[in-house]
């Protein structure tokens, strides 16, 4: 919690290397890890620390189903 890293990569590459590690893409900008998902309220992932993050909206579809199956396994 509150770390962060600084990769000189595609976020493409991370994401597609990440699949299957409990992470979800919400917009062009954020991988966020699933575990640190309090919800969704609307078009917003909302963070175990308080911060909200934009789902874009051709990704809402998808990241509202990979935290289902995420708290639906957990």
Do not use: W
């Amino acid at each position: 919690v509150g770390s962060e890293m600084c990769i000189e990569t595609a976020i493409s590459t991370l994401e597609a290397d990440l699949t299957n590690k409990q992470f979800v893409r919400c917009n062009s900008c954020y991988l966020v890890n699933l575990q640190h998902i309090a919800g969704i309220k609307g078009y917003s992932l909302l963070l175990d620390n308080g911060e909200e993050l934009k789902i874009s909206q051709p990704r809402k579809k998808q990241v509202q189903q990979t935290y289902n199956e995420y708290l639906a396994a957990h």
